[in-house]
């Protein structure tokens, strides 16, 4: 090959041919080694070995340092149950990701039967949202002296005292059962019944309701009023039916009712 010919680089590649004279020098290409050459172990090792310690380290991090522990408790929804009651439920210092929302929530129904439902948020990095439904407060329950709350599904919520709740449907039960919170006590029949005298019964008869009680059974209600008598009705049947059958009543007898008047039999009315 002549000196002064131009030397390609392609052209002697796999080759150990070299130029004479030329002024180029080549290196050999680079081997990739599976191994490390110098202590004999995988090239990836040391950096699994990495990722390994930073994972560890993350994980750590998250579910044990002092950053992510439980310091700031908010409580929404809630208006018949304290805040207080609610956040008893959670000891502060847990961590956000270990804490154990089911049976938080488990918890604080089961301590407070008014509350309905419960839904609890994670909030980074150390706060947890509550969000409770309460039960709707219907009827305040007389009995042996104590008063209950009573909630839409009849179920008595929590005992009050007797000035709570002046504008609820008070019922005076004159047997003294035994009532145990977060028992079924009333049936929700009982209820919607006892709200649509409360709403109707002025418009029917223009007499004011003064009280509701009950003698043996929650099949029957005694209603007093401000005219001087009280209503006898029955819980399982029609209240519009009844109230007319009252109403008729009143009109035709009124100036003879001086005790009572019973309308809880189909068809009939009696008064005293």
């Known amino acids: 090959m002549r000196s002064n010919e131009k030397y390609s680089y392609s052209k002697y590649r796999n080759t150990d041919a070299r130029p004479t004279g030329s002024g180029k020098i080549f290196v050999a290409p680079k081997v ?6 110098i202590i004999n172990l995988p090239a990836k090792f040391w950096g699994n070995i990495g990722l390994l310690f930073l994972l560890l380290v993350g994980a750590w991090f998250i579910f044990y340092s002092k950053y992510f522990r ?22 502060l210092g847990q961590n956000v990701f270990r804490f154990n929302i089911a049976s938080t929530r488990e918890k604080i129904i089961s301590s407070n039967p008014i509350i309905a439902d419960v839904a609890i948020y994670r909030g980074i990095p150390n706060a947890l949202k509550i969000v409770v439904l309460e039960r709707k407060p219907q009827v305040v329950w007389q009995s042996a002296g104590n008063y209950y709350l009573v909630d839409d599904a009849g179920i008595a919520d929590k005992q009050i005292a007797a000035s709570d709740y002046p504008n609820l449907i008070h019922v005076s039960d004159q047997k003294n059962m035994t009532v ?5 006590l009333l049936s929700p029949g009982f209820i919607n019944f006892a709200k649509n005298i409360q709403a109707k019964f002025f418009d029917q008869t223009n007499i004011h309701l003064t009280g509701y009680y009950i003698t043996e059974t929650t099949f029957d209600l005694y209603v007093q009023t401000d005219g001087g008598f009280y209503v006898k009705f029955d819980t399982t049947r029609s209240v519009d039916k009844q109230l007319t ?16 008047v019973d309308v809880r039999i189909n068809g009939w009315a009696y008064y005293k």
């Open 70 to 91: 439980i310091s700031d408790i908010i409580v929404e929804g809630n208006s018949l149950v304290l805040s207080e009651q609610i956040s008893k439920n959670v000891n």
């Open 32 to 37: 990739k080694y599976s191994y490390n050459p």
């Open 245 to 260: 059958d009252l109403k008729d009543i009143i009109v035709a007898y009124r100036p003879n009712i001086h005790e009572y």
């Open 180 to 184: 145990q919170i977060g028992e079924q």
